[in-house]
């Protein structure tokens, strides 16, 4: 009997390893990172190959992107056009494993075409023509995340792709994505009831890029942004004067940096109109550890703090 217990111990011992090993997923980006971590615990273990501040537009992949998704057994991506250079990063590590496209089921929303409205026609110009990106979102918007309501939605596919790689922690997904999303809806309703107390006058701000077209439809607001979809490409002098323009005329009481692009052209605008800058928004990358939006939750009631705080000045 003690060779028979020795003898298991030793198995066991050499078992808890294996025993304890976390799923290894790769996220494409900070925010995505996130969510993984929240829905997976300490169950996995998560690589984010576009990391804190960092802008997934102009993003590169490397040789130790590569490895790391050849030794992962999931991949959780946004979908919708955002990761142009996942493609080619999938085809060359040889990616075995199970895909998730965190978007699916979202309804995205679609651009504007140039002709429907006036104001509208300012802001594509004043980003580019969107055919030069080198991510040919085709007029659909990616930022998906910025609407809480299609969080709920990552949170679930999140949930079902780490079960399906590991079946054996079901339910413990499940609830951690249940808890989450309470708290996620919870601070939703929290913010539209501050919102919905914001006077129709002061709904209305410039962005460095266009990367808040959910959040605003989600808290009823005109956020136009200077630079259009992607962060890749500068707008003209023309441009930029355009929208000048508009603020002026249409009195736009506000303007705001983010964390992932150049404050030059933001600033250029405050010295030319009597629109100030509000404040830093983070759009496509949360901040460092530490930082005021290291967490998704932290980064929507920043970037919302930040709004109103901005807005309802008189």
């Known amino acids: 009997m003690p060779l028979i217990r020795s003898s298991l111990l030793t198995l066991g011992l050499l078992m808890s390893p294996l025993a304890l090993a976390k799923v290894p997923v790769t996220a494409t980006f900070s925010i995505l990172g996130d969510l993984v971590q929240q829905v997976g615990g300490d169950q996995v273990a998560v690589s984010t190959l576009v990391g804190p501040d960092g802008d997934a537009h102009v993003y590169q992949p490397t040789p130790q992107d590569i490895r790391t998704l050849a030794q992962s057994k999931l991949l959780v991506s946004n979908g919708l056009g955002f990761e142009g250079w996942l493609e080619r990063l999938d085809s060359a590590s040889g990616f075995q494993g199970v895909k998730v496209v965190a978007s699916q089921g979202v309804q995205p929303h679609q651009m504007q075409d140039e002709d429907e409205d006036e ?16 991510h040919h979102h085709g007029g659909i918007d990616p930022h998906a995340w ?17 079960s399906q790689v590991d079946p054996e922690h079901a339910s413990l997904y499940a609830g951690n994505a249940a808890r989450y999303k309470a708290k996620l809806q919870q601070l939703d309703a929290d913010f539209r009831a501050r919102f919905a107390k914001l006077p129709a006058d002061r709904r209305r701000a410039i962005t460095s890029h266009d990367a808040f077209g959910y959040l605003a439809q989600a808290y009823q607001l005109t956020l136009i942004g200077a630079q259009g979809l992607s962060t890749e490409s500068e707008p003209s002098a023309a441009a930029i004067a355009g929208l000048i323009r508009q603020i002026r005329s249409e009195k736009i009481p506000a303007l705001f940096v983010e964390n992932i692009s150049n404050p030059n052209l933001i600033q250029q605008i405050e010295r030319e109109t009597d629109a100030r800058v509000g404040g830093e928004l983070y759009s496509d990358a949360l901040s460092p550890a530490g930082g005021e939006a290291a967490t998704y939750l932290a980064m929507l009631e920043h970037n919302l703090n930040t709004l109103l705080a901005a807005l309802e000045k008189p």
């Not at 104001?119 to 969107?130: K, M, P, S």
């Not at 969080?151 to 792709?161: E, F, P, Q, T």
């Open 119 to 134: 104001d509208h026609d300012t802001h594509q110009q004043a980003g580019h023509d969107h055919d030069d990106d080198h």
């Open 146 to 162: 910025n609407n809480p309501a299609n969080v709920l939605i990552y949170v679930d596919n999140i949930a079902r792709g780490l």
